[in-house]
């Protein structure tokens, strides 16, 4: 069946190096994915997202990396803080008579001082 | 500018009880979501409202959940009886999407969720 899944549950960083958290998906006529943090007791929130007509997107420390060929996102932080210390999660966002959002299943990042 | 609240933040029940949960969106936003996250997963919806229409509620046990959004604002989700399997955070997310893809229109904003704890 269709999916989004991660490669990882748990990525331990050392604060100051970089992260990369990787995510495959299976739907190819998706077009459109989101990266998204959750801190114990909240909710998700946004990162940043992509275009499928996009290879790369960069924000505030983070980059999203997306290879359409072989359905794959990654999702990059630079110089990894403690408050990056979360699990993010990687959505794709399905069109058509309504709109939603299919997540992974998450991978935990922690950084260590 | 005021997020989505959720409470209560935390319940605890037995199985065979019953729970609601409520949402207040944020002010604006026509779309409501509830998502299930059970612990280590990543949250899958439940059911999707937009105004006060059901537009999606494919995922949602019907024998037991229910869900309503009262004049296209606030929700209730409720479970009725409870199973162990129905542990989970109860996520309620709410964007401006009136049904057309305009990119940030999209964008789910997300309450701290409802932990529930079927015993």
């Known amino acids: 069946g269709e999916s989004v899944g991660l490669h990882l549950p748990t990525l331990s960083v050392q604060e100051g190096d970089n992260s990369i958290i990787n995510c495959a998906y299976s739907n190819s006529a998706s077009d459109y994915f989101i990266w998204y943090k959750q801190e114990s007791g909240k909710g998700p929130q946004f990162i940043i997202d992509?275009?499928?007509?996009?290879d790369k997107r960069q924000g505030q420390r983070v980059t999203v990396l997306l290879n359409k060929t072989v359905k794959h996102l990654s999702l990059q932080i630079a110089a990894t803080q403690p408050g990056d210390s979360a699990v993010y999660f990687c959505?794709?966002?399905?069109?058509?008579?309504?709109?939603?959002?299919?997540f992974g299943a998450g991978t935990r990042l922690a950084v260590h001082p | 500018e005021a997020g989505v609240a959720q409470s209560p933040r935390y319940k605890i029940i037995e199985k065979r009880q019953s729970v609601a949960f409520w949402c207040n969106p944020i002010?604006?936003?026509?779309?409501l979501y509830w998502y299930q996250q059970i612990l280590g997963q990543g949250p899958k919806l439940l059911i999707q409202?937009?105004?006060?229409?059901?537009?999606?509620d494919s995922q949602l046990p019907k024998d037991r959940f229910s869900a309503e959004r009262l004049k296209g604002v606030d929700s209730t989700l409720k479970i009725q009886p409870a199973k162990l399997e129905d542990s989970a955070v109860y996520l309620c997310a709410s964007s401006l999407d009136r049904g057309d893809f305009r990119g940030g229109d999209n964008e789910q904003f997300f309450g701290p969720g409802t932990r529930l704890t079927v015993l």
């Open positions: 959505a794709e966002f399905r069109r058509g008579g309504y709109n939603k959002l299919i």
């Open positions: 002010s604006g936003h026509a779309t």
């Open positions: 992509i275009r499928s007509n996009m």
């Open positions: 409202f937009q105004n006060n229409g059901v537009v999606d």
